[in-house]
Each structure stands twice: as structure tokens, then as C-alpha cells.
Antibody
């Protein structure tokens, strides 16, 4: 079955760019009907959606982060990536990649998640 | 953004109890509401999508209902493995989650 795995540095310095990659296995990222998302969770807090990308490259970002976020896709590697610029301590969180599946008349839902990766912003 | 508010603020229950968690949206989201379960150190797990559809592999003691702005997640008979934090999430517009409700052992 489809699995997702995040990878990237666990420590990023303030003002730098956080970069993470999500590798999709067990299925093709180019399959229709899915969006590929990033979601984060601050320590001990709730969940915050960052944005998504389709296999064709169309994106939709959370307005609260839009100015600093770029999500891209590499279909040849079956991966999608997150870049978050100008990070501060407030960006310290567990970052999850997730597959968002569209239903028929039921909206969409995050049905497959990566295990998450902790990213700390500190000098 | 659409705000999602869950209640109660905390919940203590015993094995075998019937548990109900409520989620209210700040505007109508039709039935575009999902429920997730998260255990410590783990990624969230989809339980219910489209307000009332049970995700494959999820036990039938979980059920969801509602439409518009008011939704509920019900666990008909709480099991030891159900002690976790539960989140609602809307997919009507920019995705947002509720603040989460931790179901603890009484």
C-alpha cells in the first residue's frame, strides 16, 4: 500500500530556509484524484495545514504562510517537497506529509500520513 | 478562515462508556468534515470522512454525524486503545482543524 516518508534536516538556523522532502512508495504520485500536502504540529499543540500540490504542479497554500511557502513535485522521483523561508523559533514543529484524497460529494480527507519529522529552529 | 471548535474541553471516560465529541464550524461546511485520532508520538489516523463515512479498517464503534455547522463523533463503547486525542477537520475551504480533544481514562 501507499506509504509516505519525510526526510530533511532536523535543525535549521533562524532566518534560513527549512527544506523537507516526502517520498511516496507503493504507488505513483502521478495518480489522479489526490493532493499531496504538508501539515505541521507545534509541540504539544494542534494541527496546522501548510499547503498542497497536485501531480500536475498546481498548488494551494495556507494564507497565513503563503508568503514563505513553496511546495514542489518531482514525479520522476515520486517525491514532493516543502520549502519554508525566513524561519523563526515559531516554526519549530513536527512536519507531516500526507495524501489528501477527494471523495464524491464528501469533500476530501488526509487518508495517508508520513510518520512525521521534528524540525527545530535554533542557532 | 473557517474556525473549528471542539467540545468538551476535556473528557474523562471509562472502558465501555459511550463517548460523544462535538465539532462546530464558524460557517456552513456542508458535510465536508473529517475526524482523526492521534496517539502520542504518532501521526493522525483518519477515522471518519464526509461527516459520516467510516474509513476502511476503522472499527464500527466509531460513527459520525452532522452537516452544516454542527457535527459529532461517537464511540459507542470505549475500548482501551481508544484513549487518544481526536481532531475534526474541514475540507470546505482552506483546511483547518479543531483544537483537539484528549480522551483520558477516568
Amino acid at each position: 500500500q501507499v506509504q509516505l516518508q519525510e526526510s530533511g534536516p532536523g535543525l535549521v538556523k533562524p532566518s534560513q530556509t527549512l527544506s523537507l522532502t516526502c517520498t511516496v512508495s507503493g504507488g505513483s504520485i502521478s495518480s489522479g484524484g489526490y493532493y499531496w500536502s504538508w501539515i505541521r504540529q507545534h509541540p504539544g499543540k494542534g494541527l496546522e495545514w501548510i499547503g498542497y500540490i497536485s501531480y500536475s504542479g498546481s498548488t494551494y497554500y495556507n494564507p497565513s504562510l503563503k508568503s514563505r511557502v513553496t511546495i514542489s513535485v518531482d514525479t520522476s522521483k515520486n517525491q514532493f517537497s516543502l520549502k519554508l523561508s525566513s524561519v523563526t523559533a515559531a516554526d519549530t514543529a513536527v512536519y507531516y506529509c500526507a495524501r489528501e484524497t477527494h471523495g464524491s460529494g464528501t469533500g476530501s480527507a488526509f487518508d495517508i500520513w508520513g510518520q512525521g519529522t521534528m524540525v527545530t529552529v535554533s542557532s | 478562515d473557517i474556525q473549528m471548535t471542539q467540545s468538551p474541553s476535556s473528557l474523562s471516560a471509562s472502558v465501555g462508556d459511550r463517548v460523544t465529541i462535538t465539532c462546530r464550524a464558524s460557517q456552513s461546511i456542508r458535510s465536508y468534515l473529517n475526524w482523526y485520532q492521534q496517539k502520542p508520538g504518532k501521526a493522525p489516523k483518519l477515522l471518519i470522512y464526509g461527516a459520516s463515512s467510516l474509513q476502511s479498517g476503522v472499527p464500527s464503534r466509531f460513527s459520525g454525524s452532522g452537516s452544516g455547522t454542527d457535527f459529532t463523533l461517537t464511540i459507542s463503547s470505549l475500548q482501551p486503545e481508544d484513549f487518544a486525542t481526536y481532531y475534526c477537520q474541514q475540507s470546505y475551504s482552506t483546511r483547518t482543524f479543531g483544537q483537539g480533544i484528549k480522551v483520558e481514562i477516568q
